[in-house]
């Protein structure tokens, strides 16, 4: 296990925490508070509106899409940045329900994170064409394909349990049926190297706050597969997805390729802090950073499971079938947590019963995953969460 | 003209410039690049995941929302932050027209930027039911109000001439035709004392960073009456509109109030920001401010028009008619506006032949205006713009 001591001194990193909720929230770049200062002072403080073009404010929504982009497997040219991961799943899924205007059904699966079911929801209201959104158990998933899915919309790692599916495999079967497939990355961009391109996926969507350690809130970004995005109808169609954004036209031309998927003025400051995240990303081997969240993984599974006999592991047990983070289901969790917190080490709470633990190999390693386990056990064995103090109103998380 | 020597120093403005462009980009309030440090070093460098309740980022966007909203003649309770402008007009659209279901005519006029007609124009595609964007002449649009208009969506001041509509007026004329109404506000907010309340406004929508001064990018804001919050069917059911964000339940249940027009996770850096240009806010009495915007605009003009006679007045003549900026029209004014910027006073173009000067009270006083008038004097009887040298690539303003 070497090989990350050197990333791990790019973040921020505060004394005394063992840090696995990085799959809520990364921590903090350390370069990110300079560059973010240094866009505060040197660009919008000094060059005012100049920044849109001289500090290339107008133009990093795509920049930054394609350094994003091969994190994930994506074409150049096929992922921009912008919004929340919420408004870049409608998006892509307005687009692509118009792409299969005969089918009616939108296949999820109950592992899905429910904003995506709320805007798929939000998004049939409107439309008033009889769409139906359909979950099954993520285990069902494949068996309900057929010829009345227009759209297979499914996020690629459950956040509750860690769960994998499989990009390729459901494509495929997608494909094979006639829908298209919209993956959503929250919890798979900077896990692990995701393929798009190689898997064939149509759409894709994700945030930039959890593995990729761009700091709370916005820009999310979306792809559009090369081969749909002249086909793809923006439902948001704002001025800067426009052809000609500064032409004030009367009326909306789309943009060429994946530039249509941008609607409006882009998050500068909370871009620059993105940008210091991508530094350390555009020097990691995706490869060697899977081997090594497994091995994390691993590791804690390892450790924890013959100390707490109370703990029922959530997360599949083969690594191929994970992401990068490891999921236990104890009744107490909630208050278990807490007294985990309480003691330094911060993963969370999913209701009703998970207790989640992401493992970033930018800046985890062997060690914290061995006081982390110890200090799991400890407080299972002695059930610290018996404490009144313990029992505090729930952070969110 | 006095009262406003003290704002001025809350603001940073680059040596040797007059900057009248924070009708586009306002400058950066001196106390934000601090805050926005704060904001990652101690809340997510130190705080991590649990910034979102310890350091009150979850609740920001509703608490902003009502400082913000003193500005604007909102009720507390009925403004909140988040997402960009765009997307925020596109909510309050979908909103509004479900609920004129019988109606399918959305009212704008031709002076509304262009996003708006834009998102309209993707969400009336979307529904695909036979609703028509009609835009008339600014002048046109009492006249064309009607039993078949849905929505009057109108931008209160027109970004290229400065005129500003009669909120109180159309609205009453939209109400008595049964029709709903939407107000663009981003060249309103900050730049005179709006009165949604008074003036019986349905929704509204606009941006932080023209005469706010919250810096590039997002968060925009959004208004719903309070008698129309619970009918307003959020669009973009996001998660963090959802009655229980945080239990993951999987069918969307629309928030209470206000809340339920969040979509996803809100941009906590942008919202620092944004905090230190709002504390510069919560002191500003709005009618002082507009007197002197009032004070500034007509001594612009004064000074301007006899010294330019080839410059014509696209803004109207009478202050009750225009918001805080002055326009001019003249067919090179690309070429002088870049003259003039190579002086030093930065204003912008808009085409055709739109030459546009902001004035917001808070960092301009008497002396820019008088400098700024005789450098644009100079410039158009020297005929700077000439030079060859001026004849650069447009800059994105």
Redesign the interface.
Known sequence: MTGFAATRKLF?L?RG?I?L?GN??G??PVA??DR??QT??EE???M???????AG??AQPRALGDRLGRLIGAEPGSVVLG?????KV?QAL?AAL?MRPDRRVILSD?GN???D???A???V?????GHQLV?VAPEAVEDRIGPDVAVLMLTEVDYRTGRRHDMARLTRAAHDAGALVLWDLAHSAGAFAVDLAGTGADFAAG?T?KYLNA????P?FIYVAPRHQDAA????????G?AAP???????RPGAGIERMR?????????A?LESALDIWDGVDMAALRARSVELTELFIVLVEPRCPDLHLATPRDPDQRGSQVSFRFPDGYAAMQALIARGV?G?F??PDIMRFGFAPLYIGEDEVRRAADILADVMENRLWDDPAYHVR????
Chains 1, 2 share one sequence.
């Open positions: 921020h505060p925490v840090y909720d809520s929230l921590p903090m990110a508070a973010v200062a505060m002072r919008w403080g000094e005012l509106i100049g920044g849109w073009n001289k404010w107008m919004d929340t991961l919420s408004v409608y307005a118009e109950s994170f429910p904003t079911l709320y805007m929801e939000g998004l209201a409107g439309l008033g064409r979950t945030c706050y700091g709370p809130g916005v999310a109808r923006p439902a948001l169609s704002g001025w800067l426009h500064f032409a004030f036209e009367p009326a909306y609607v409006g003025t882009p998050p500068v400051l909370q871009m802090a911060i969370d999913r209701a729930a952070a969110v998380t």
